[in-house]
């Protein structure tokens, strides 16, 4: 069955350094997501991407984040200059329609500390 | 943003007994999914109910959707060592915009031992 990939599985860094996180979403997926968990937390919605742009995000996606697409298959997460508060895993999700109608498939994660 | 309240929070049983976690808010629901997630691993979908008053079963697993769309409960008969893990509700909000987001709850941890 086809999956949702992510690299790397574990990504340590100091704090205000650049950090990309790489997602591969299943291939014929047209919606792209990326949620975060914070220790002992819950999963938090951080962005959607759709068509090349994003299409939705919540209040933790600030201006340090940002997605891109570069090619046909990647789907990367960047945070400019990383806090503390920003370790976490980090899940990517992808689905073939909208949430409203196909369920989301999440890789297994990359998680992120910043010392 | 619709508040999702998972309990219990934690679980620890003998294999072979049965259980029922709870998902439940103060909103109603357009939809609600659960998923099980593994130590290291990602969430992975379970089951999405739609309907109020809706059942659903997956092996030894039976989820429950409450009439009014406000609570679901999950409950596991013969819990196995297999079923260790953490059970995350989440729901489908449809916005404005047309495109989706999901909520998650805090989720029950559970841990089935041998």
């Known amino acids: 069955e086809p999956e949702v990939t992510q690299t790397p599985s574990h990504q340590v860094t100091q704090m205000g350094q650049e950090v990309i996180l790489r997602c591969v979403p299943i291939?014929?997926?047209?919606?792209f997501y990326w949620y975060r968990q914070i220790l002992g937390q819950k999963v938090e919605f951080l962005v959607s991407f759709y068509n090349n742009e994003i299409s939705e995000k919540s209040e933790i996606f600030d201006d340090q984040f940002s997605v891109e697409r570069p090619d046909g298959s990647n789907f990367t997460l960047k945070i400019r200059s990383t806090k503390l508060e920003d370790s976490a895993m980090y899940f990517c999700?992808?689905?073939?329609?909208?949430?409203?109608?196909?369920?989301?498939?999440f890789g297994n994660g990359t998680r992120l500390t910043v010392t | 943003t619709q508040l999702l309240e998972q309990s219990p929070q934690f679980l620890s049983i003998q294999e072979g007994e049965n259980l029922t976690v709870y998902c439940n808010s103060s909103?109603?629901?357009?939809?609600l999914q659960w998923y099980r997630q593994e130590p290291g691993e990602g969430p992975v979908l379970l089951v999405t109910v739609v309907t109020g008053g809706e059942v659903k079963k997956l092996k030894r697993l039976t989820f429950q959707f409450g009439d009014a769309r406000k609570d679901s409960s999950l409950h596991i008969t013969a819990a196995q060592p297999g079923d260790t893990g953490l059970y995350l509700c989440a729901a489908s909000t449809r916005l404005d915009s047309g495109y989706s987001t999901l909520t998650f709850g805090k989720g029950t941890m559970l841990l089935v031992s041998p």
């Open positions: 909103s109603v629901f357009s939809s």
């Open positions: 291939s014929n997926h047209l919606y």
């Open positions: 999700a992808s689905t073939r329609e909208g949430l409203w109608d196909s369920p989301l498939h």
